[in-house]
């Protein structure tokens, strides 16, 4: 599914949102736009996940360390983390992951503002939640809104990890005041690395729905129907397949491919396919 570019077309590609090879695909330019924002979409809360569970396990460490101070901060050069938690009990623990006017971090992407987490209990217990607010959060430029709930909900037969994801009220922002609505109820099943110190070896898999509206108010829900696979240490989803449905639009599919940690992607609709390269930015807002 997946091909090589040529060299000459190399430096293209960086440019190009959609694919430099030329076909005779008939998929039309307004299939290409929704599968494309869908995927920025995912690519945004996805950012978000990975640095709010990364997060998380910094708390666990300070947890198992036996630290009674009320307020510990750790300082790197982007974010700053505070961990504080209430004066009654050890739990909730308020996790607030500052960019403060700026930084670029983890795939030279743009972060700035606050991502604030409040967690119930330790991290690998069943039935502790995460619930994820944002102020004046931004990510490459694009401000994110809404509330993500994270919820261990235990082992699964094949004795790996299940974390239960919903976002609601959930909004993309861009600078010229357009926006995308979602919502989603995901699940996330651990199969590596949950337990071993380097987290570049996390890897899950997702399933659910997601709706909302898109940069042109149209409405969409779509369905992941084969599980996409998220690997921390890769910019994008790896494999797996979304169909997407609009109003009064024949569906369009995306499929991430087969594995690759790359930045490539499938677009179909009606039997016609084609392939676009995949980015953290809105395609309205440049290169």
């Not at 190399?10 to 949102?17: D, K, P, Q, R």
């Not at 369905?223 to 169909?243: E, M, N, P, Q, Y």
Request: glycine share 10%; with cysteine; charged share 25%.
């Amino acid at each position: 599914m997946k091909t090589k570019f040529y060299m000459m077309m190399a430096s293209m590609v960086i440019l190009s949102f959609i694919s430099c090879q030329k076909d005779k695909s008939t998929v039309e330019q307004a299939s290409i736009n929704i599968a494309a924002d869908d995927a920025v979409s995912d690519a945004v809360f996805e950012d978000i996940f990975s640095t709010t569970d990364n997060a998380e396990i910094i708390l666990d460490q300070f947890v198992k360390s036996g630290d009674s101070k009320a307020m510990v901060i750790l300082t790197d050069s982007c974010p700053a983390i505070t961990i504080t938690h209430t004066e009654t009990g050890s739990w909730p623990r308020i996790v607030t992951v500052d960019f403060g006017e700026g930084c670029s971090g983890l795939y030279d992407n743009s972060r700035s503002g606050k991502i604030i987490i409040e967690i119930t209990g330790p991290r690998l217990e069943e039935g502790t939640k995460r619930t994820v607010t944002f102020e004046d959060y931004y990510f490459n430029g694009i401000r994110v809104e809404g509330t993500k709930v994270v919820e261990n909900t235990g082992y699964n037969e094949n004795e790996n990890l299940v974390c239960s994801v919903t976002l609601t009220g959930g909004k993309l922002t861009l600078p010229d005041g357009k926006f995308i609505e979602r919502s989603f109820e995901h699940h996330r099943e651990w199969i590596a690395g949950l337990l071993t110190k380097n987290i570049w070896d996390d890897e899950c898999l997702i399933t659910g729905t997601a709706s909302g509206t898109t940069l042109e108010g149209i409405g969409y829900s779509n369905t992941i129907t084969t599980a996409l696979d998220w690997k921390r240490v890769c910019f994008f989803i790896v494999s797996g397949v979304v169909k997407i449905e609009r109003e009064g639009k024949p569906e369009v599919e995306i499929n991430y491919g087969t594995g690759d940690c790359d930045a490539k992607a499938v677009v179909t609709k009606g039997g016609e396919s084609k392939e676009i390269i995949l980015r953290h930015k809105m395609r309205t807002m440049g290169r």
